[in-house]
């Protein structure tokens, strides 16, 4: 009887371990990390429910952290072939570090080919992504940044300025009128028009363009020397907040009223509305670049699938649900501001609609006029360490007092000096390719 009763026990466990182990199986679920920095998570939080319903059995889990941070562990999961998530956000100025490299996929081969898609995303940012061969694309094209002009209507009113988009583009189409701005918003110790006035001349290379197709580096263009004078104006006058626009002390002067104004891409206005003065709606509105500085594009980015990745058939089933279907495009634009580079999104009536936020302005509207006008531009390998050093470079420039001329010849020399090995080296990729002698 005991016998009995131990081996009835016996089976029980044995069926209750093996029920445990087979509900476990059926229970597993492949798990997809994808890689990137804020507000790109939220982004991808409006658009998993949607994924998920059409593969159940996966797990996206979202890795994300600041910016520079994850370029960097990237850069060093890349150099190691391990620890790369199956997905990475890329940004624009690190595009140029890796088109022409190893580490990632070749979205134009088989499986992906992604080439098929070509015509319905922004030509530029498609060409960015492109090697200098045209046989490997890096990346896949997420949101894109038409840049603008970003502006506190009730400081602008205090200080008897114009606080119509219309009037705010013609007052500050040239620096004079921009530095009849600044004057007009000063208040000694208390308020200024801009966090720093070497943005004046940073905005003219919103574009990535530091160097031309001749490898050259290109920073005294006629019209970003003219932008310089005027930030050795505002500066000599103590017209701007000398501070870095991504500082604190930045965030709390544009969400108290006592920096007026700043010029970013689209993706910024996220990020007012989210966490710079999320009280301040209908406070806001949204104008050209100043200085007659139009077609700009800030930054955006790119999904790509490192090489390493044990799931990159899934993978790249996440990069197209997310990227190359207007829904997913259009719900993570209405989630953070990410301003779709998939061309067939902007057909959605939401494009004509008013922001309140923006006091009702038609801003998506607005990016998509600038964004049909954007010019490609030539992407390096050097470009997110130019984009790292220059404003500061400028920056001290302007504290030393020297001219628009002693600025840039400074300029050009620190960054030809910071670059020197991965010029070298790009210089011997585009020889290889044909490109330069």
Not at 30 to 58: E, M, R, S, Y
Not at 132 to 160: E, H, M, Q
Request: positive net charge; hydrophobic residues 40%.
């Amino acid at each position: 009887m005991k016998k009995r009763l131990l081996s009835l026990v016996v089976m029980v466990s044995l069926m209750a371990a093996l029920g445990t182990t087979g509900l476990a199986a059926q229970g597993t679920k492949t798990k997809l990390v994808v890689g990137g920095w804020p507000a790109g998570d939220q982004a991808f939080k409006a658009i998993i429910p949607a994924f998920n319903k059409l593969h159940p059995d996966v797990e996206v889990v979202l890795n994300f952290m600041q910016t520079a941070d994850h370029h960097q562990q990237l850069s060093t999961a890349i150099a190691a072939g391990t620890g790369a998530p199956d997905v990475a956000m890329l940004e624009q100025a690190w595009v140029g570090r890796y088109k022409d490299a190893g580490g990632f996929e070749n979205l134009l081969d088989a499986p992906y080919n992604a080439g098929s898609m070509k015509s319905d995303f922004v030509d530029y940012k498609w060409q960015l992504a492109t090697s200098v061969d045209g046989k490997k694309l890096v990346g896949l094209v997420w949101d894109i940044g038409p840049a603008t002009l970003f502006y506190r209507r009730d400081v602008f009113k205090s200080a008897g300025l114009p606080t119509e988009p219309a009037e705010v583009d013609k007052l500050l189409s040239t620096w004079d009128g921009v530095l009849k701005a600044a004057q007009a918003v000063y208040q000694p110790g208390k308020r200024w028009l801009l966090p720093n006035a070497a943005y004046l001349y940073t905005w003219n290379y919103m574009n990535r363009d530091f160097y031309n197709d001749k490898l050259e580096l290109v920073l005294d263009k006629p019209a970003a020397v003219e932008a310089l004078k005027a930030a050795i104006t505002m500066r000599k006058n103590g017209w701007d907040a000398k501070l870095d626009m991504w500082s604190n002390e930045s965030n709390a002067g544009l969400g108290s009223g006592n920096i007026a104004c700043v010029v970013a891409g689209c993706w910024y206005g996220g990020f007012i509305k989210g966490w710079i003065a999320p009280k301040t709606s209908g406070l806001w509105g949204v104008a050209k670049i100043p200085g007659s500085i139009s077609e700009s594009n800030w930054g955006g980015s790119y999904l790509a699938i490192p090489s390493q990745g044990k799931n990159k058939k899934l993978a790249w089933e996440f990069v197209k649900f997310a990227l190359a279907t207007k829904e997913s495009q259009n719900t993570m634009f209405k989630a953070v501001d990410y301003f779709p580079g998939y061309i067939p999104a902007w057909s959605d009536p939401m494009y004509n609609e008013g922001d309140p936020f923006f006091a009702g302005e038609k801003t998506r509207a607005l990016w998509v006029d600038i964004s049909k006008r954007i010019k490609p531009t030539f992407a390096t390998l050097m470009d997110s360490t130019v984009d790292d050093s220059l404003l500061n470079v400028i920056n001290t420039g302007l504290n030393e007092n020297k001219s628009a001329t002693e600025i840039i010849a400074q300029a050009k020399s620190k960054l030809t000096n910071d670059t020197r090995e991965d010029f070298d080296k790009y210089q011997g990729i585009l020889k290889a390719a044909g490109k330069i002698k």
